[in-house]
């Protein structure tokens, strides 16, 4: 009996540890960005259907969001998830074309996002899950001399909303603007 207490006292001590969080408000986990994420214009994908190697194309997303897939026509890849471009797409396959078809679709390049401001190389960079604040400066050359290393803000994608201030662990999302301010001394 003593020993059952003892597991749910260190179960609950586990799970109430896990609720703790020393991440400071706005920021989202720096991994935020690789689950579900969402396909848009500058995105290039790789489709794969298993054994029909006709079938396998690499497509850049352009402004329509859709591309135009053998047998099947348009696809609408715009808002959607790999996974939910693979489900689409066997779905569509099987019956007509393809008994069994096995589908994948993969991200070969992100679409961009930016930083400007005081930073070596301002420019577009290519997105990477887990991106933060931080991982965008690395990537742009560092701060400049002249940089404010506490005014950092951050132009979200889609909505133009201003996050003022951020803390350089701040995860950043593909299209937004990353902007380092210029200090006076």
């Not at 070969?108 to 420019?123: L, M, Q, W």
């Amino acid at each position: 009996m003593k020993i059952i207490k003892l597991w749910a006292f260190l179960l609950l001590s586990t799970l109430l540890a896990g609720c703790s969080t020393s991440t400071p408000p706005l920021m989202d986990s720096p991994d935020a960005g690789s689950k579900g994420y969402q396909l848009d214009a500058g995105d290039a994908v790789n489709i794969t259907v298993y054994g029909e190697p006709d079938m396998t194309m690499k497509f850049l997303i352009d402004k329509s969001g859709t591309i135009t897939f053998p047998y099947i026509g348009e696809l609408v890849l715009k808002g959607k998830t790999p996974e939910q471009v693979s489900e689409e797409l066997t779905n569509r396959l099987r019956g007509d074309y393809l008994q069994n078809p096995m589908v994948s679709v993969s991200i070969t390049d992100f679409r961009k996002f930016y930083i400007s401001g005081e930073v070596a190389n301002p420019n577009g960079y290519a997105y990477e899950p887990g991106l933060t604040v931080e991982k965008t400066i690395a990537l742009a050359g560092g701060f400049t001399d002249r940089a404010d290393r506490k005014d950092i803000n951050i132009r979200l994608s889609g909505t133009n909303q201003l996050l003022e201030n951020v803390d350089v662990r701040h995860s950043v999302h593909p299209g937004d603007v990353v902007i380092i301010g210029m200090g006076f001394f």
